[in-house]
């Protein structure tokens, strides 16, 4: 009977071990952490550095120093740092064209918010998206505003009609803008100014 209770205190060791060897890469990444920031706060005090730089750069270096705790964590549960490194890339890889995809919706949401809160024109007034300064651009009044696109009515200069404009938001704060308020407007097709 005694020898089958042998192994099993060191079946025990292992795991506690393994628990002990966590603990202290967890302590040695909140440590490393706080020492840099450390670091970084008697910079900020010795140097003339703006608050603007050091925050971002402590958040950054905290992420990086308890990511990398993290990741030596995983590796000693049993966890491939080829797997992990592979899963990582993988995400970041997505994440980035998945960005870059939505990166025009996401601006022309943006430029809509800016456009109702700051509002550089409203519905009524007549804008002209000025490409150069001999060249003139879209010109016409605003008919609608939605989260994408900015519709102008532009009236033809023979008097044959309308055409309706779907301008992108972002287009509005890459290029210089033309405004006259509602009423104080000549008719869009008279050529005057």
């Known amino acids: 009977m005694e020898a089958l209770q042998l192994p099993l205190p060191a079946q025990w060791i292992e795991p506690i071990w393994v628990g002990v060897q ?3 890469i967890l302590l040695a990444g909140y440590f490393t952490q706080r020492f ?15 608050p603007q730089l050091l925050m971002p750069l402590r958040g950054g270096l905290r992420w990086l120093i308890m990511g990398s705790a993290l990741i030596v964590v995983l590796e000693r ?10 899963a990582l890339s993988g995400f970041v890889a997505v994440a980035a064209v998945a960005f870059f995809a939505m990166w025009s919706v996401l601006s022309n949401l943006l430029c809509a918010i800016l456009i109702f809160t700051v509002g550089p024109f409203r519905l009524g007034d007549v804008v002209e998206l000025v490409d150069t300064v001999d060249k003139p651009g879209v010109k016409g009044r605003v008919v609608a505003i939605n989260l994408l696109y900015t519709t102008l009515i532009e009236v033809e200069e023979a008097g044959t009609g309308s055409v309706m404009v779907q ?3 972002s287009l509005f704060f890459q290029r210089s803008v033309r405004r006259w308020r509602g009423s104080d407007v000549l008719p869009v097709g008279s050529g005057e100014q």
Do not use: D, M
């Open 77 to 86: 549960l049993g966890v491939s740092a080829t797997v992990l490194w592979t």
């Open 167 to 169: 301008v992108p938001n």
């Open 36 to 50: 840099v920031a450390k670091c970084l706060k008697r910079l900020g005090e010795r140097y003339p550095f703006p």
């Open 22 to 24: 966590i603990l202290l």
